[in-house]
């Protein structure tokens, strides 16, 4: 079976924490309810230890637009603007036909 997987094409996408671990309360659930309905005896997803999830960290764009500016790269996946910027935005894009989404 392992030669048949190791054959197969590299269509399969590496998951992050945060989806292993609905994936496992998916399984937990589904494995309860066969629990309930007497077709096993005990959830194997009891014994599954996944790490932890940590969320990204949010950054100000204005404290780090200059780095960002000088190396490209966003310093968080998560950044927020500040009411200034946000207000200028807005501002700039009042005419757009997508302004109001």
Do not use: C
């Not at 030669?3 to 399984?27: E, N, Q, S, W």
């Amino acid at each position: 079976m392992k030669d048949a997987i190791d054959a197969m094409p590299p269509f399969r996408r590496v998951t992050g924490p945060a989806i292993r671990l609905h994936i496992k309360a998916t399984l937990r659930a589904a494995l309860n309810d066969a629990i309930e309905q007497q077709i096993i005896t005990f959830n194997p997803t009891a014994h599954v230890e996944i790490a932890p999830v940590r969320k990204p960290k949010a950054l100000v764009w204005s404290d780090v637009v200059a780095k960002w500016e000088q190396t490209g790269e966003r310093p968080s996946p998560v950044m927020v603007w500040t009411p200034q910027p946000t207000g200028s935005f807005l501002d700039f894009v009042a005419d757009d036909r997508l302004y109001a989404m």
